[in-house]
């Protein structure tokens, strides 16, 4: 059903964990009870890191922890650009339109994040 990388990032999140920081943001998808807490560590406008809190289903989670490690070096002007087709090329499984939802909470959240 998932490919075996997504299954190791539901498994063993990378960048679990909290940052003291002004960019924070929690998300919830309400259809399934998906909750994540993106926190960013930014400097001189660039993503410098990533840390998460992911209560969620497998992709989700694994969405969360593959985002957690694609957008750090990246500018706030490329994260806010990102978007479900960047997300979903990422994941590279078919992700059913049901399921869209989970696999943007953490790109939402770490978005939200970035309005502050």
């Given amino acids: 059903m998932y490919r075996e ?24 998808n309400s259809s399934c009870g998906d909750h994540t807490h993106v926190y960013l560590d930014v400097e001189y406008g660039e993503v410098k890191d990533m840390k998460h809190e992911t209560d969620g289903c497998a992709i989700c989670t694994s969405a969360t922890s593959i985002l957690s490690e694609e957008i750090s070096g990246m500018s706030i002007e490329e994260v806010e650009q990102l978007d479900r087709d960047w997300m979903i090329d990422t994941l590279d499984i078919e992700v059913s339109p049901m399921r869209v939802k989970c696999a943007m909470l953490g790109l939402k959240t770490a978005q939200k994040a970035l309005e502050k």
């Fill in 5 to 28: 990388e997504i299954l190791d990032h539901y498994k063993r999140p990378r960048n679990e964990g909290s940052l003291e920081t002004e960019y924070e943001a929690e998300g919830d």
